[in-house]
């Protein structure tokens, strides 16, 4: 059964500043998921990957499938952005079963 | 369109009573799923279902039941309600699940219960 890690579990910064949020998995994936949850309790998907890196707006993510580990970056951010962010993976074979991280919180201060 | 649409939004019930949590999708997709999230832990998925009629548990599957009549709708059923179904459960649907499709799961906006 996967394993999935997030750190850290909170972070506060700046408005503008540059975000990173990190995730790890113990075995081996098809696909990767971040999802961001509001302070409402609305859940988003942002991206799904599975090699490679994606881009959208001020979001991007990478996965590095051989470090069996995934990053979320935001650039420029904004209060708006201030959110849970949340990693969950499917495992190999085409499972349609995520195993999800426990989050991470980030409020970003004006 | 309107999505995932789970009712209701919020119930309290007593310990022993039933109740059926509904999650309607107007998108025509063949994946449904449900997830509860407790506080402080990641989303843990209940049952799922790829298609109507097809119906399979997932991690935390005891106390509940599913069905799937139709494409549109996946309702999760509690029988006997116990405190430890306190929890903010969510419906989620993609068009296809499994390797190599980038299908994202779109998400109903929660049903927070509570168990008394």
């Known amino acids: 059964k996967n394993e999935v890690e997030q750190s850290p579990q909170n972070l506060t910064a700046q408005e503008g500043e540059f975000i990173t949020i990190n995730c790890s998995y113990s075995?081996?994936?098809?696909?990767l998921h971040w999802l961001q949850q509001h302070p409402g309790g609305g859940i988003v998907s942002l991206f799904m990957?599975?090699?490679g890196k994606k881009k959208h707006g001020r979001l991007i993510a990478t996965i590095n499938i051989q470090e069996k580990h995934s990053s979320l970056h935001i650039t420029a951010s904004h209060p708006r952005d201030s959110a849970v962010y949340i990693c969950?993976?499917?495992?190999?074979?085409?499972?349609?079963?995520?195993?999800f991280g426990k989050g991470t919180k980030l409020t970003v201060n004006p | 369109n309107a999505g995932v649409t789970q009712t209701p939004k919020f119930r309290i019930l007593k310990i022993g009573q039933s109740m059926t949590l509904q999650c309607t999708q107007d998108?025509?997709?063949?994946?449904m799923y449900w997830y509860r999230q407790d506080p402080g832990m990641g989303l843990k998925l209940i049952y799922y279902?790829?298609?109507?009629?097809?119906?399979d548990k997932g991690e935390v599957p005891n106390g509940y039941n599913v069905s799937r009549s139709t494409t549109e709708d996946f309702p999760l059923r509690l029988e006997l309600a116990a405190p430890s179904q306190t929890s903010v459960y969510f419906c989620?649907?993609?068009?296809?699940?499994?390797?190599?499709?980038?299908?994202?799961?779109?998400f109903g906006d929660g049903t927070r219960l509570s168990i008394l």
């Open positions: 989620a649907s993609s068009r296809t699940g499994g390797w190599g499709n980038d299908q994202p799961q779109h």
């Open positions: 075995v081996g994936i098809s696909a």
């Open positions: 990957l599975s090699s």
């Open positions: 969950a993976v499917s495992d190999q074979g085409g499972s349609e079963k995520l195993v």
């Open positions: 998108m025509n997709h063949n994946y």
């Open positions: 279902s790829v298609g109507a009629g097809i119906t």
